[in-house]
């Protein structure tokens, strides 16, 4: 049987770049009619561009160049030539992009859109009814932002379908999703994918999606493909480092929450190694009376290769990082606690046009306790969140924030990049954050840069990059930048808006890291709003999880997977891909 | 739609008040004194006494404003100072004259803005070169461009008349707007001149406008043509050509829109200079005349009727707005 989809030794670069970059390296590979081959990798691995050229997406621009070919149901192909594309895009090959809002033409009706391909509107609503949208003939005359996410994703499947190609490019089809959507999304696929028998070429860096979707694997890094097989081989047991770390980075119900995850990384290990260091110094201090006993006391054990080895055998603890004895006098302390707060947004509909988005939250955050407040999109979690930092009121119910000063709260936001100054260096993000604090203020200019010097080595930062701009980072630079700023004044507590969401796999598992590090260290607080469960069960000693304004159940982290009782908090563990 | 209608009645309502107020406060304030304009400098003390009591001018302020407001709400603008006729009558015949300029020059404008986004799109010398000659075009202010117009279409070249709306004033018709009178009459001679006349003021004045207007155009296509949904559109087969007209054009359209609004309003002020080079009887060539002899209720008048279009105008472009972007609800 011949493929429909052959590519064979495809090079392509960018021209318009200085230096011309090489995205994609002598890539090859196939997938049969019926076969869904991942291609799975981080940002800058060329996953994305080999998507587009497989269907013909790059012929527009005349500064891409490219070497070998890509055959498609039996048409031979260049990669970057429209010579013959005309014939098979949108025809042989169609795709299902990432991001359905914007892929989706705002001012266009789904009908007049999916009859543009199916020719007719008996076809159209046939085609509607197929990726199960339950009232056909009201999306037919809706506007894109008339659906929710979930909605706009069967919308664009339909579109994809309709013309029944041989071949279908699924280009992060779920990230732009909640996770119950994204279940139901792929389950769609799965079964339209055998109705049709079309190949499936599924682009993601989301390895949990591609272990559910996928029945081969090529993993790239760097334009290369660095590893291929079939999926239960490439998850069970990968050859290369690269595909080892990656796996090992994947964040699953099963993951140790007592250690680091994922394998040791140079960077956060001189982060902890800096950590330990402190540590025994604030012991030599606290013991220096007695010279004998602090010799006893101070474990050695504090050289990189070292922890190091201990991370990779398994055996670091977390609570080795923790300076003084969990177990205190008395009741723990409250440092954040709601109680039935109440909260809603005007919707500009009028006077009374209001959307209530919270509804009598209470919640406690304990002195070092960490707790992850874990809901969908519009669940009202950042909103809590933003409230506990003081950055919108509540209508109703208290806020108290015991002992907490301005000082003593910072947010760390998903997107990191967008709340860094971009004209201002790292250097003055920091210098400018220890100014404005009550106690960094008075500090003079040294004792401020050794602060900020501290903050980069705990966010394992090079301090080099202080005199770089935020725009020059990357992006899991961008948010340790972010995340440096918050702790170079220590808080008591710091509040996480989804910050590793928008990262890739093994940059997350290094921010998850640092923060754990950071917290047990420290000895921080920190409320956690994720949508993910693994995430959250890592970072936290405690999960609230919270929907449509309510927090439903409160379970511990050690045991999330037995004691999770609610329907709708079974349904976000059933979510997590294994 | 009904609700939109009534807040936007409304708020004409509140820029018509707040119009007069500003006008009837600034007359108060200013030196000249219009009896004097309207007798002359010369005049005898009781004539000036007389008239003062005619035109209500002896009585405490707000009684005049409330008088003001009375007639304005009955159509009746008052009694021009300077020429003693009703500013309503006045009104009558400058009010189409500047419409129809308007109108022109939009119209010319939103051409200008396709023809040059589609030179933008372009690439190659002579689209440098064009784009760089209306670039130099639009930064001129409107006077310096309606002189070289003036010099270069009418001195130079005699392809179009330089003063006034018409040539030969034969028909008398109902609209006041000279090409349509025209053709209402069936005298297509006299609908032709009028549309050369029309040619030089309306291009001086939508020169500007339009460039700038090219720009937002531009920038919209060539920012859908990259858009995701122009990537979904190639995916699906459709054509570079059909991604520009069924997707490009009308997401480009409502940020052009939105410009459009506010140059339309901006263009108005522009015409009161085009229309004095032009010698166009229209009511910039009124203002200025009243203006110059604190005419107040001639400059009011005026006002009032430029505020009214301007808000009639803004109601107008959104409307088409909602209609172009389904995301928008008229409010």
New interface residues.
């Given amino acids: 049987m011949t493929p429909v989809l052959d590519v064979s030794e495809m090079s392509i670069s960018y021209g318009s770049r200085t230096p011309a970059l090489l995205a994609v390296s002598d890539v090859s590979f196939t997938v049969d009619s019926g076969q869904c081959l991942g291609v799975v990798g981080e940002s800058g691995s060329g996953k994305s561009t080999t998507g587009l050229a497989i269907?013909g997406?790059l012929t527009r621009d005349s500064s891409v160049t490219s070497t070998g070919s890509i055959t498609i149901a039996g048409t031979e192909l260049d990669p970057v030539l429209e010579t013959g594309w005309?014939q098979v895009?949108?025809?042989k090959v169609?795709?299902v992009?990432q991001?359905p809002m914007?892929?989706?033409?705002?001012?266009?009706t789904v009908g007049r859109m999916l009859t543009?391909?199916t020719g007719s509107k008996a076809e159209s609503l046939r085609w509607l009814e197929e990726v199960e949208l339950r009232n056909p003939a009201v999306v037919y005359g809706s506007?894109p932002?008339q659906l929710s996410g979930g909605m706009r994703q069967r919308v664009?499947i339909a579109?994809?379908l309709a013309?029944r190609p041989a071949l279908l490019i699924a280009d992060e089809p779920t990230t732009a999703l909640d996770v119950s959507v994204q279940a139901q999304i792929l389950k769609l696929l799965r079964r339209e994918q055998a109705a049709l028998g079309c190949g499936i070429v599924f682009v993601t860096h989301d390895l949990g999606v591609a272990k559910a979707m996928c029945d081969d694997i090529v993993v790239m890094r760097k334009g290369r493909i660095v590893e291929r097989g079939s999926a239960t081989r490439v998850f069970a047991s990968p050859e290369s480092d690269y595909a080892r770390h990656l796996m090992e980075s994947r964040l699953t119900m099963a993951t140790d929450r007592h250690r680091p995850v994922g394998l040791p990384e140079p960077t956060v290990v001189s982060a902890m190694v800096e950590a330990l260091n402190e540590n025994r110094a604030v012991d030599e201090d606290s013991a220096a009376p007695d010279a004998t006993a602090s010799e006893v006391a101070v474990p050695d054990a504090t050289e990189p290769p070292a922890v190091t080895a201990e991370w990779e055998a398994k055996a670091l603890l977390w609570s080795r990082f923790r300076p003084e004895p969990a177990v205190r006098d008395g009741e723990p302390e409250a440092i954040l606690e709601f109680a039935g707060v109440s909260k809603s947004f005007h919707t500009?509909g009028g006077r009374r046009g209001r959307k209530p988005v919270l509804f009598s939250v209470s919640l406690r955050v304990e002195e070092r306790e960490s707790v992850a407040l874990v809901g969908e999109s519009g669940s009202g979690k950042s909103t809590i969140l933003r409230i506990a930092a003081g950055l919108e009121t509540a209508d109703s119910g208290s806020v108290r924030r015991p002992r907490l000063h301005a000082d003593d709260i910072q947010v760390i936001f998903q997107d990191a990049g967008a709340s860094l100054t971009p004209w201002l260096t790292v250097g003055q993000l920091l210098t400018e954050r220890v100014r404005n604090s009550k106690r960094g203020g008075a500090k003079s200019r040294a004792e401020i840069d050794e602060l900020v010097g501290v903050a980069m080595d705990r966010v394992s930062l090079d301090r080099e990059l202080l005199r770089s701009k935020p725009g020059l980072l990357s992006g899991g630079q961008r948010q340790r930048v972010a995340i440096a700023r918050a702790i170079v004044i220590p808080p008591a507590i710091l509040l996480c808006d989804e910050p590793t969401s928008a990262l890739d796999v093994s940059t997350a598992s290094t921010v998850l890291n640092l923060l754990n590090l950071l917290r047990h260290s420290l000895g921080i607080s920190v409320l956690f709003v994720t949508h993910d469960l693994a995430a959250a069960r890592v970072i936290s000693d405690r999960i609230l999880v919270i929907s449509d304004g309510r927090i439903i159940e409160s379970v511990l982290s050690e045991d999330v997977g037995e004691s999770v009782s609610s329907d709708y908090g079974r349904r976000l563990l059933d979510a997590v891909l294994s | 739609m009904a609700k939109f209608l009534l807040r936007r009645a409304g708020s004409l309502v509140v820029v018509l008040l707040s119009l007069s107020v500003l006008v009837f406060v600034l007359q108060r304030i200013g030196k000249a004194d219009p009896v004097r304009a309207y007798l002359g400098a010369n005049a005898p003390a009781l004539a000036v006494t007389q008239a003062r009591a005619k035109f209500g001018l002896d009585q405490p302020m707000l009684v005049q404003y409330w008088n003001y407001l009375v007639g304005l709400v009955h159509g009746d603008l008052g009694m021009s100072y300077s020429t003693r006729r009703p500013v309503t009558v006045e009104l009558a015949d400058k009010v189409p004259a500047t419409l129809e300029l308007a109108v022109w020059a939009l119209f010319f404008a939103i051409i200008i803005a396709v023809v040059l986004a589609g030179v933008y799109s372009l690439k190659g010398p002579v689209s440098g070169v064009i784009r760089l000659v209306f670039f130099s075009l639009a930064s001129a202010p409107s006077f310096l461009l309606a002189t070289l117009m003036l010099l270069l279409f009418f001195m130079q070249l005699h392809w179009f008349p330089a003063v006034g709306r018409i040539g030969d004033p034969s028909v008398n018709g109902p609209t006041g707007f000279y090409v349509l009178d025209g053709l209402l009459a069936g005298n297509l001679a006299y609908s032709w001149d009028a549309v050369q006349h029309l040619v030089l003021p309306a291009l001086a004045a939508s020169i500007g406008p339009g460039v700038a207007l090219a720009r937002v155009l531009a920038d919209g296509l060539s920012f859908g043509m990259g858009s995701n949904y122009a990537r979904t559109a190639r995916s699906l087969a459709e054509s570079e050509r059909s991604i520009l007209f069924r997707h490009a054009l009308r997401n480009a359209s409502s940020p052009a829109l939105s410009m459009f609004g506010v140059l339309a309003g901006s263009m108005l002020s522009s015409l009161v200079v085009v229309e004095q080079i032009f010698s166009w009887n229209g009511l910039g060539q009124y203002l200025s005349t009243a203006i110059t002899s604190a005419d107040f209720p001639a400059v009011a008048g005026v006002s009032l009727v430029l505020g009214a279009v301007y808000v009639v105008l803004t109601a107008m472009v959104d409307i088409v707005l909602a209609l172009v972007d389904p995301r928008v609800k008229l409010a």
């Avoid at chain 1, 914007?102 to 266009?108: R, W």
């Fill in positions: 269907q997406l005309r895009r949108g025809r169609t795709t992009f991001d914007s892929s989706l033409d705002p001012t266009m543009f391909v506007y932002h664009m579109l994809a013309r500009g």
